[in-house]
């Protein structure tokens, strides 16, 4: 199975709320599943972008039952997790395109493709993925929450207003754990094309 049709699999097994069917249809017409997840930190190769969201959606439920057992223990519904984990990087949709660039390969130069980003909405990336999925289906507070601060650390915000993170971890232990997830996955699960 490939991971665009695993991907959907998992989409339309696990979210039935309203306007999802819109936002796969978005999903299809763009280049979400042949997108890298990355220029060159994580899976940077056509395709990456949809394999990464499945591999976070893995990891991410095996977080939650390890950490609260039972589905219905969890701080967020099972249909939330899915969306929370497949949708964290919708801001990717659109955003990369392929150049090229000399390379020394052994003593002589070469055109060698590369991708670069060209993003035409410029509004975060947590916050972005956020106000895309609200464009086509509502996102309760704790997805929103998750989604939003999903980079952590890693996030330019975190910079200036350090505290806030520190406050949505607090209140939505979730976040915590989604954040995690996704560092793991990305470092522990995934290649990226040197």
């Known amino acids: 199975m490939t991971a665009k049709e695993e991907f959907i699999k998992i989409y339309t097994e696990n ?24 220029t060159r930190f994580h899976s940077n190769f056509a395709g990456g972008l949809a394999e990464h ?8 439920v095996k977080m939650l039952t390890a950490e609260y057992g039972a589905v219905e223990k969890w701080p967020v519904t099972h249909e939330g997790a899915t969306i929370v984990a497949l949708l964290h990087d919708v801001c990717k949709t659109n955003t990369y395109k392929t150049e090229e660039r000399n390379v020394k390969v052994g003593n002589e130069w070469v055109k060698k493709p590369y991708y ?59 976040c915590v754990l989604f ?15 040197k």
Request: aromatic share 14%.
């Open 15 to 38: 979210i039935k709320r309203e306007g999802a069917d819109k936002l796969l249809a978005f999903l299809e017409k763009s280049d979400f599943f042949t997108a890298p997840a990355s």
């Open 53 to 60: 969201s499945v591999m976070v959606y893995k990891r991410f």
């Open 116 to 174: 670069a980003v060209e993003d035409a909405l410029p509004y975060g990336h947590g916050e972005k993925s956020v106000f895309m999925i609200g464009e086509y289906m509502r996102l309760n507070l704790v997805e929103a929450m998750a989604i939003n601060w999903h980079m952590g650390g890693y996030d330019a915000r975190y910079a200036n207003t350090n505290y806030v993170l520190s406050e949505a971890y607090t209140k939505f232990p979730v």
């Open 179 to 193: 954040h995690t997830a996704d560092l793991l996955t990305t470092y522990l699960d995934e290649k990226c094309v």
